[in-house]
C-alpha cells in the first residue's frame, strides 16, 4: 500500500494542475494530503542565500549558490540556481520525509526533472534527472510506499505553456535548466514496476487532460491507497 504520489516531469509539463486535479480526487475519496514542491523549497533556501547579499541595480541579489531574480508571494519568486547542491539538498530532503512518514495524510510531492548540470570548478552539478530520483528513492528505501507520475511534454509545448503563467519561472533559468532530457531510462522504469505510469500531456482541453488524471487515479492508484481515514 502507498502514502505518498510523486508527480514528476520538466518545467510546464503539467506536474500543478496534475496535483490540484489529484487532490480534488483524494479529497473527494476521504483522504486527508499534504503537499510538498521543490519549487517552494528552492524557493526559501534562496531566500537564505541571498539575505545577506546587496542588490543588483536590477534588483536581483546573487549569493554564494544562487541569484533571487525578483521576489514574490511564494511559488511567484524567480530564481537561479548557481551550483547544484542547493537544489539536490532539497530533492533528498523530500524523499528522505517519506522514509521518516508517520503521519495518516497522503503525501503530494512535485519535484521538477531534467539534464543534469555542471556548474564547472567546485560546483556540485545539478543532479535532477529522473534516473537520480530513483537512486534516492532506492537511498531511503521508499519505492513500495509511493507511486510515481512521469509527465512527457515537448520542449516547444512547454515553452509556450510556460509563457502564459502567472508564475512562470524566469526565462533564463527555464532555458538554462528546463530544456529536454533527464527523463526515465527504461533499466528505472523496470525497477519501478507497476509504482510507474508515465503520461503524454499534449492536451490542451482541461476536461481532457482530468479525465486522463481521473483514468489513472482510479485504475493505477486507488487500488494502492492505504485505507481512508475514518
Known amino acids: 500500500m502507498i502514502d505518498t504520489i510523486l508527480i514528476i516531469g520538466n518545467g510546464g509539463a503539467g506536474k500543478s494542475i496534475m496535483v490540484w486535479y489529484l487532490s480534488s480526487l483524494l479529497t473527494e475519496n476521504g483522504f486527508d ?24 541595480p536590477d534588483g536581483s541579489k546573487v549569493g554564494k549558490r544562487s541569484k533571487l531574480i525578483a521576489d514574490g508571494p511564494p511559488g511567484h519568486k524567480k530564481v537561479h540556481v548557481l551550483d547544484g547542491s542547493i537544489l539536490n539538498n532539497i530533492h ?29 570548478g567546485q560546483k556540485e552539478p545539478l543532479r535532477q534527472t529522473a534516473d537520480s530520483l530513483v537512486g534516492l528513492i532506492k537511498k531511503y528505501r521508499v519505492r513500495g510506499r509511493m507511486f510515481l507520475i512521469e509527465i512527457h511534454v515537448p520542449v516547444g509545448i512547454r515553452q509556450q505553456r510556460q509563457s502564459h503563467r502567472p508564475d512562470a519561472m524566469a526565462s533564463e533559468t527555464f532555458h538554462a535548466y528546463f530544456g529536454d532530457g533527464g527523463n526515465m531510462s527504461p533499466i528505472t522504469q523496470t525497477y519501478l514496476g507497476n509504482h510507474y505510469y508515465r503520461l503524454v500531456n499534449v492536451e490542451e482541453d482541461n476536461d481532457g487532460y482530468f479525465s486522463e488524471v481521473r483514468y489513472l487515479y ?13
Open 218 to 230: 482510479e485504475t493505477y492508484i486507488a487500488p494502492k491507497l492505504q485505507t481512508k481515514n475514518p
Open 33 to 56: 494530503i499534504h503537499y510538498i514542491s521543490d519549487r517552494l523549497g528552492l524557493e526559501e533556501a534562496v531566500i537564505k542565500d541571498t539575505q545577506n547579499a546587496p542588490r543588483q
Open 92 to 120: 533528498d530532503g523530500m524523499i528522505a520525509r517519506i522514509a521518516g512518514k508517520k503521519q495518516k495524510e497522503i503525501f503530494l510531492i512535485e519535484y521538477a526533472t531534467g539534464p543534469e548540470i555542471s556548474f564547472g
